[in-house]
């Protein structure tokens, strides 16, 4: 499995807002897998390149591997995590004849030959124009990319049988029920019911599976995440770890340190990571006329062609009770939700319309209650996580000034 | 139409005067005529016919005492082509002659007024009234410039107009409104022409003249103004052609050579614009910002610029996905168009001069529209009127049946349907394919043109025919008119480019054995339905003549004669399968002993209405 791998984000990586604003595009889960672990099953060598101000962060999760001799495939950072990619991107790999192979209007991998010199620093700006340049032979093979947050959501179904197949073969998970499968120090309450008919239930290492929860797969679980008693989980959820997950889930990603412990419904929805849904909170994910949903990306208004489409909540927001958010809103990184969510929240924003009010929050709170869950879980609060709330605060702010509705400030 | 020449330095002399103005014939060829300054005099020389053929006017050669002269290349617009309307044309005194290309819209009321202040008309030309407006001015006691023009402010059209005065020997004054004037700063001479073209031999120095615009040459140099005697500051620009350029090259025939430059003029639409790295095409002479913001596009042209527009059409559409409509520049002028907003109005033209096109721009942008233009020849009308565009950098092109301009428009539309899908969301590998295909363009042409033999001996089992249909489906329809408009321009037999789908709702009734048909068949997604229709021709005795993608076995079995072009995706085809189209027309044009490179009755840039 020797080969170099470089997971790179290009300049299209911005239309995955606000999932993309503070992680790199190839940490976003989906189906149980990152990019990122996705390429470890390709190969030993493994790096990447980012966008300036992800660098220090994402050097805290993933140290930066250096490309060594031999032939390099170059995977954008925005392909989706699907594992059924691994054997005929090994098999490229391999086969080290170059390449470059496109996914609508962005390079999707390419294969540069051992005999190859590679501009030094590559930022996501140049990498393309790189690759493009090398005039490398074109072919067609089909790596999906995600070019938009909905993306993600719509992307479920279709890699959750492979991606959870992989994840119990990887892991050598027992099946401890028909279509159960658990890692250690797992703990399912005897009142739990799985049906796995239209696919497994994954629940890794020390998951805890309280009273009454009904699980419906394919679903995964992640490493130290607990479903709350009378929890409904069903039908492509994919829980990071460190999760609590309460009420009716539905074909939903819940990344890492996340909590939606109450009542409520999450359907067809992304929640980035430190999210906190409080009790009541839910979410729409179709539209009364039964059409297919629209989102604004920017300034653009993009058809998703999804008919089922929840939210999209970007890291470090969180929701008061019984706040209720309209089908295919997106949400904006470390913004607090109130009452009715009918229209997109930028990013820093007190969103509390139904009560007469947006203003923004200030990058003084949101460092303070980082720090106060970050503390919580354990997690210490680095320079390299402060600074970089502080950028996504200053990029963000144009969003929240030409919102629909901005905030008063 | 018609050519101006102007001389004003120490090597004046008839040879001088005719040796540049034939650099201009292709702009009408049907009378000349030199007017030479001689000391205190002028002589006057004009003739019905070529320039080429010869009578040249012995009895001026030598004059020592000759510094300048004008010289004019005609195409009839008022009056017959004989030698009383040939030019110049001079007052009643005979001592101020006029040169003039345009039309003199007010002609004949102007005629009517100096009739009655007694002046005498020679010709029925437009033209003359120039000379005696001068005159009556410089009756008046104004000087010449004054005369000159207070004379233009009363003329309603079009002109490019050079005069010269007995009395003011080593002056020519010319003025421009609608039709292009040229001025050469050379060493210790001066020279002006319709055409760049007429320059190269002696300077590549030159002062384009805007509308409006007026210029006094004399050997040491030139003053501009415009007509209420402002000055006006002009940049000299450097003409990028040379010489050969603008020569045979060893080739019997403008248009033949023309033809065999493709691989290189072909290239040299697209140096510097295929932008691999990001995938695009780079325009640089087009605002991302005008593009971005393209709903529609709607194209004018004329004559071969218009088929190129029609395919054109078919890569906005296909490529960008941009509604595109193609008009006539005349009959869009004329027509109360309706221009939505976003619209983006590109203009094609050779020569960047063509009246029609240009009229057409004016109205569009009057209306509210953005306008670029894909013109051939740097600084003319269209392209400076229009302010953004692309050149196609094909060279001159002197032979007046279009080809080389063609496939250059076509690559330049290429690039332009690739740049605005990029922004529209092409895919990028459709958009990195097309790029490369682009790049092996020359050398595919290259082996286009190795059918040459193939086509002569066609041509010359077909030469005799007096009718010809071309058939073609989407990006081969354009062609098939392209085919037939070639045939026509330069053998003058009769031929008729028609959608290969609408022969059976009526031409279908010409087919017979004597009929050749010339059916357009280099597409690949296309090609089962053109099967059907040569199958349709075929079962009514016609004969075939067929355009084949290489490797296509399917269509060479229907036809009688076969031609291949290399294979290529479908709407790039328009460029490599024109070539043989063009050598067909061209060889039939010389069995039938035509002058390929002066069509009876054309004129290279039609510069009037």
Redesign the interface.
């Known amino acids: 499995m020797r080969g170099n791998v470089v997971l790179f984000e290009d300049h299209y990586v911005d239309d995955m807002r606000p999932i993309t604003l503070t992680r790199p595009a190839f940490a976003v889960t989906c189906a149980g897998y990152r990019l990122c672990d996705v390429a470890r099953l390709l190969a030993d060598r493994v790096s990447y390149v980012v966008r300036e101000h992800l660098r220090k962060v994402a050097a805290q999760s993933f140290p930066p591997g250096e490309v060594g001799e031999g032939p390099v495939l170059f995977l954008n950072a925005a392909v989706a995590p699907d594992v059924r990619y691994v054997p005929r991107l090994r098999e490229l790999l391999q086969a080290g004849e170059p390449f ?8 999707a991998a390419a294969l540069l030959p051992a005999e190859r010199t590679l501009p030094d620093p590559l930022t996501p700006a140049d990498v ?3 690759l ?2 090398m ?1 490398l032979p ?1 072919r ?1 093979e089909t790596f999906r990319t995600f070019d938009y947050c909905f993306h993600v959501v719509d992307a479920l179904k279709g890699l959750f049988p492979a991606n959870i197949r992989m994840k119990i073969e990887e892991n050598g998970y027992e099946e401890v029920q028909p279509g159960v499968y658990a890692g250690s120090g797992v703990q399912i309450a005897d009142t739990a019911v799985f049906h796995a008919e239209e696919g497994p239930i994954v629940l890794s290492e020390n998951v805890r599976i309280l009273d009454f929860t009904y699980f419906e797969g394919p679903v995964f679980i992640g490493p130290d995440s607990r479903i709350i008693e009378r929890s409904s989980v069903k039908e492509c959820v994919s829980v990071g770890h460190t999760c609590k997950v309460g009420g009716e889930v539905e074909a939903s990603v819940i990344e890492p340190y996340s909590n939606k412990q109450h009542h409520g419904f999450l359907g067809h929805s992304y929640i980035g990571s430190w999210v906190n849904l409080g009790a009541g909170t839910s979410n729409s994910d179709l539209k009364n006329t039964y059409g297919t949903v629209r989102v604004n990306i920017g300034q653009k208004k993009v058809e998703t062609g999804m008919q089922f489409l929840g939210c999209i909540i970007g890291d470090y927001s969180k929701s008061a009770i019984n706040t209720s958010i309209f089908t295919g809103k997106i949400i904006g990184v470390a913004s607090m939700l109130y009452g009715y969510v009918g229209q997109d929240v930028p990013s820093f924003c007190n969103y509390a319309k139904s009560f007469g009010q947006i203003t923004e929050c200030t990058l003084e709170q949101a460092l303070i209650t980082q720090k106060r869950m970050f503390t919580r879980r354990d997690v210490e609060q680095t320079e390299a996580d402060i600074a970089l709330m502080g950028e996504v605060f200053e990029r963000t702010r144009e969003g929240r000034s030409i919102a629909s509705e901005p905030p008063v400030l | 139409m018609c050519g101006i020449f102007g001389y004003v330095g120490p090597h004046a002399g008839v040879e001088l005067l005719v040796e540049n103005l034939k650099r201009l014939e292709y702009r009408g060829y049907d009378s000349w005529g030199v007017c030479l300054g001689v000391g205190g005099a002028l002589e006057l020389h004009r003739r019905a016919g070529r320039l080429s053929s010869g009578d040249m006017p012995e009895q001026l050669r030598g004059a020592d005492t000759c510094w300048g002269g004008i010289a004019h290349t005609r195409w009839a617009t008022h009056g017959a082509p004989n030698q009383r309307n040939a030019h110049p044309h001079v007052d009643c005194t005979g001592r101020l002659a006029v040169v003039h290309n345009g039309i003199i819209e007010n002609h004949a009321a102007l005629r009517e007024t100096l009739k009655q202040e007694g002046h005498c008309f020679e010709s029925e030309t437009d033209t003359e009234v120039i000379a005696h407006l001068i005159e009556e001015g410089l009756r008046e006691g104004a000087d010449l410039r004054s005369a000159f023009l207070d004379a233009l402010k009363l003329l309603e059209g079009t002109y490019g107009v050079g005069v010269v005065l007995a009395d003011r020997p080593g002056l020519i004054l010319v003025a421009r409104h609608g039709s292009p004037m040229v001025i050469g700063a050379g060493r210790g001479e001066t020279l002006v022409a319709s055409d760049p073209a007429a320059l190269v031999a002696r300077t590549r120095d030159v002062v384009y003249l805007d509308d409006g615009e007026a210029a006094l040459l004399s050997a040491d140099g030139f003053e501009t103004c415009d007509l209420t005697a402002a000055p006006t500051n002009k940049v000299i620009e450097r003409i990028k052609f040379d010489l050969p350029a603008i020569e045979k090259g060893g080739y019997p025939h403008f248009m033949l050579k023309e033809i065999f430059e493709q691989p290189d003029t072909i290239r040299n639409a697209f140096r510097g614009r295929v932008l691999r790295e990001e995938g695009t095409a780079k325009l640089g002479g087009i605002e991302p910002s005008l593009l971005r913001r393209v709903r529609r596009c709607h194209i004018l042209a004329c004559g071969t610029s218009w088929h190129a527009g029609l395919v054109g059409k078919y890569l906005l559409e296909n490529l960008a996905r941009v509604p595109t409509q193609v008009s006539y520049a005349a009959e869009f002028r004329y027509a109360s168009p309706v221009i939505e907003p976003g619209t983006l109005v590109i203009a094609i033209s050779q020569s960047g001069e063509t009246a029609d096109t240009l009229a057409g721009v004016r109205e569009a942008r009057l209306r509210g529209a953005d306008a670029i233009g894909i013109c051939n020849v740097v600084g003319s009308t269209i392209a400076r009127e229009c302010g953004q565009g692309v050149y196609i950098h094909a060279g001159p092109e002197i032979g007046v049946a279009s080809t080389k301009a063609f496939t250059g428009q076509i690559v330049v539309l290429l690039l332009l349907a690739i740049h605005i899908g990029r922004m529209r969301g092409m895919p990028l590998r459709e958009a990195l394919r097309y790029l490369d295909a682009i790049e092996r363009l020359p050398q595919q042409a290259e082996q286009a043109l190795a059918c040459n033999g193939d086509v002569k001996r066609v041509a010359l089992e077909y030469a005799d025919r007096p009718n010809f249909l071309y058939i073609g489906r989407l990006y081969e329809y354009p062609l098939a008119l392209e085919g037939a408009l070639k045939l026509k321009e330069i053998s003058y037999i009769h031929a008729e480019g028609i959608p290969a789908a609408e022969l059976k709702h009526g031409p279908i009734a010409l087919v017979e054995p004597r009929m050749p048909t010339v059916v357009l068949g280099a597409q690949e997604g296309i090609l089962d339905k053109m099967l059907s229709n040569v199958q349709e021709i075929r079962a009514r005795g016609g004969s075939i003549i067929a355009l084949a993608r290489e490797g296509d076995r399917r269509l060479p079995e229907l036809a009688e004669q076969t031609i291949t072009v290399p294979a290529v995706a479908d709407p790039l085809v328009p460029v490599l399968a024109t070539i043989p189209l063009q050598l067909l027309a061209y060889h039939i044009a010389v069995e039938r002993g035509c002058d390929v490179d002066k069509p009876r009755n054309l004129a290279k840039s039609v510069t009037v209405e």
Do not use: A, E, K, M
């Not at chain 1, 470059?100 to 390079?107: A, E, I, K, P």
């Open positions: 470059l192979c496109t996914s609508g209007q962005r390079v393309t124009p790189y493009l340049g005039n074109l067609d």
